[in-house]
């Protein structure tokens, strides 16, 4: 599997933007999807997660910094898989990554395929 991330950019706070992670290969919608950030100086940490097709369990998983503001969803058709985000703050400035595993895990060491990365920032 490969990803590409991709809508990233400079917004004020308060304001919106929607990533996109592009997936090539066949067997993408086997796999969990995870969004990560990393800023400056600071370990990647797990924003959202979207689950593989029949999988079981609960379908997103967000951490709790982001809850309420970010959405993320997927179109195996497509191969694609979104995070929107509103009410972004400067605090959410940093690199946002996509990656794919097949374990439902919010450990990025877990991860097996990563995007490039797509810079975020949010100006106060």
């Known amino acids: 599997v490969q990803l590409q991330a991709s809508g990233g950019g400079l917004v004020q706070a308060g304001g919106s933007l929607r990533l996109s992670c592009a997936a090539s290969g066949p067997t993408f919608g086997s796999y969990g999807v995870g969004w990560f950030r990393q800023a400056p100086g600071k370990e990647r940490e797990f924003v959202a997660w979207?689950?593989?097709?029949?999988?079981?369990?609960?379908?997103?998983y967000y951490a709790d910094l982001v809850k309420g503001r970010f959405t993320i969803s997927r179109d195996n058709a497509k191969k694609v898989v979104h995070l929107q985000m509103i009410s972004l703050k400067p605090e959410d400035t940093s690199v946002y990554y996509c990656?794919?595993?097949?374990?439902?895990?919010?450990?990025?060491?877990?991860?097996?395929?990563w995007g490039q990365g797509t810079q975020v920032t949010v100006s106060s």
């Open positions: 990656a794919a595993s097949n374990d439902a895990t919010f450990d990025p060491d877990r991860y097996d395929y």
């Open positions: 979207v689950s593989w097709s029949g999988w079981s369990g609960r379908s997103t």
